[in-house]
């Protein structure tokens, strides 16, 4: 079974640049995670999705942040304008169904913004 | 607001100590608790998982303890090898707001060969 996948693996751009990054989850897994992890800290989530419906976005900047996951499958996360405080590993992670305790991550994106 | 605390934040201990990793929660009202690995340029795996009715949790050299009331959690690793060199990271899962897991800042661990 393949895993959770992310690309790219890393990014550098400057900041006020806009970068995206993408997720496809394991195949027949309704619910998706966005999480973001600066160094040092464990990771914060930043929006759920169950299917292509938001289930959590509190904790996403939505000023800067957005994310869509069309048809239910993979998913975007976009910056648009990225800041210096936005440079972290942006990990994605997908469960079979929602309020399943058992979640697959992939490698994630370190991102950096200069 | 639920925090969670791991401490101490890095450890280095030789091959084949045991030892103990800790977790600290500020309110009891949890689902479950999941110690997760971290490993350098890779996502996280679970490990193991406790539900709030239960004590303890193994798997192979691994132990997890849950001490609900007190906030506190424990991951002993017995016989430590240099293939558990990674980052350990606690997570709680609130009963409060929407299903999703509190992560804690993690341990560091190296075990020297």
């Known amino acids: 079974e393949a895993g959770v996948a992310q690309s790219p693996r890393y990014k550098i751009i400057e900041k006020r640049q806009s970068v995206a990054f993408w997720c496809n989850p394991i195949s027949g897994h309704a619910t998706l995670y966005w999480y973001q992890q600066i160094l040092g800290q464990g990771p914060k989530l930043l929006i759920q999705f169950q299917n292509n419906g938001v289930v959590d976005d509190s904790q996403l900047p939505k000023d800067r942040f957005s994310a869509e996951r069309l048809k239910g499958v993979d998913s975007t996360l976009k910056i648009q304008p990225a800041k210096l405080e936005d440079s972290a590993v942006y990990l994605c992670?997908?469960?079979?169904?929602?309020?399943?305790?058992?979640?697959?991550f992939g490698p994630g994106t370190r991102l950096t913004v200069l | 607001k639920q925090e969670v605390t791991q401490i101490p934040a890095a450890l280095s201990v030789p091959e084949g100590e045991n030892l103990v990793l800790n977790c600290s929660f500020t309110d009891s009202a949890i689902y479950n608790l999941q110690w997760f690995r971290q490993d350098p340029g890779k996502g996280l795996t679970s490990l193991l998982l406790i539900q709030s009715s239960q004590r303890e949790q193994t798997s192979g050299r691994l132990n997890a303890s849950l001490d609900k009331s007190s906030g506190r959690s424990t991951l002993y690793i017995a016989a430590s090898q240099p293939g558990d060199s990674a980052t350990y990271l606690c997570?709680?899962?609130?009963?409060?707001?929407?299903?999703?897991?509190?992560f804690g800042t993690g341990t560091r661990l190296k075990v020297l060969a």
């Open positions: 992670a997908s469960s079979l169904k929602f309020r399943q305790d058992t979640q697959y």
């Open positions: 997570a709680v899962r609130p009963t409060s707001g929407t299903y999703k897991y509190i």
